[in-house]
């Protein structure tokens, strides 16, 4: 990491149950769904001991408008710092984040974490059902944290991308782009969320589900290399990921992390911002892992000015505009 200690990526749930009561580490559940359920109603019904909830809309992001790239924008290191302090995250604390969706929504606030250069967190491997499985105790309603004092956070603009800057990255030869979407929505074939059906041109699909083995916790290191590497990743290649809004597209850049890819990139608006842009082309169906990638970039309608959009802060790339859409995701 670019500032800053660093925890492990993951933690087990036998890590976390020796430090439960640890008061330098903070449980955070990050719950959220977007078939109607709420994420405070399902942590309020039952969470880990000590566990404070995170939303993915309110808490870990900005809202979305006009202005602010997709449906989940980042929100201001400012933002970010006190919605921390409210979690009772100081400077020295460790951070374990957890769901009850394979860690994509709990991979988003990890990613946060270290973007802003806080450093200390993790996401618990198999989150709640595998802590449940091993027989562990729950608490009901909502736990209550002392405030913290507000961090100073700095965010790192390098690991973020816009559109701008993806079109010029998609020319470049040493860039992969990887969509981290179910199939069906990469394809085109379903699209309920977003403006446009299908996917940036050049991109390969990586669906974010493939990262977990069947017992729903990460594969190996070894495992997850040779994955990546079968999509063409290499050591000398800048990795960009998106998904529908930013949110599971993290738990790629997680899976990228353990597997010791290090020059990766989120597209923060991703393919809500994309879609959004008709001066912008898509794609539809499935591409093979021959797909077009840099030279060959122009060959399907992108050209390295044809997404430019106007900067928004000097902490990262300036995303375009779009219109407000009330689904989120």
């Not at 169906?285 to 000015?305: C, E, H, M, W, Y």
């Amino acid at each position: 990491m670019e500032h800053g200690d660093e925890a492990p990526a993951l933690v087990s749930t036998t890590w976390l149950a020796a430090h439960l009561r640890n008061p330098h580490v903070r449980i955070v559940d990050a719950r959220w769904y977007l078939d109607g359920r709420k994420g405070a109603e399902a942590y309020r019904a039952g969470h880990l001991p000590g566990a404070v909830h995170l939303d993915v809309d309110s808490d870990l992001s900005a809202p979305p408008g006009p202005h602010a790239p997709g449906r989940h924008p980042l929100p201001s290191p400012a933002a970010f710092a006190d919605v921390l302090a409210r979690a009772g995250v100081g400077p020295s604390t460790r951070v374990i984040a957890y769901d009850d969706e394979g860690g994509s929504r709990a991979a988003r606030l990890w990613w946060m974490l270290r973007y802003y250069g806080h450093g200390l967190g993790s996401v618990l491997d198999g989150g709640i059902a595998k802590w449940q499985a091993e027989g562990r105790a729950l608490e009901t309603g909502s736990a209550r944290v002392a405030r913290a004092q507000p961090m100073e956070l700095v965010a790192l603009p390098r690991r973020v991308v816009d559109k701008s800057r993806l079109a010029e990255m998609l020319h470049d030869g040493h860039t992969l782009v990887l969509d981290a979407r179910a199939p069906e929505r990469y394809s085109g074939a379903v699209e309920t969320l977003d403006r446009r059906a299908g996917h940036i041109p050049g991109a390969i699909n990586a669906p974010y589900a493939l990262n977990l083995g069947p017992a729903g916790t990460f594969r190996s290191k070894d495992e997850l290399y040779g994955y990546f590497l079968k999509l063409g990743a290499t050591e000398g290649k800048r990795i960009v990921v998106y998904c529908g809004s930013g949110v599971t597209a993290c738990h790629t850049l997680l899976a990228l992390h353990l597997a010791g890819f290090r020059d990766t990139y989120l597209y923060e608006g991703s393919w809500s911002d994309w879609a959004a842009d008709p001066s912008l082309p898509i794609r539809t169906g499935v591409d093979p892992l021959g797909a077009p990638r840099g030279q060959n970039a122009t060959k399907f309608g992108i050209s390295a000015t044809t997404a430019r959009g106007p900067t928004r802060t000097p902490e990262r790339v300036g995303p375009a505009a779009r219109p407000p859409r009330p689904a989120r995701n």
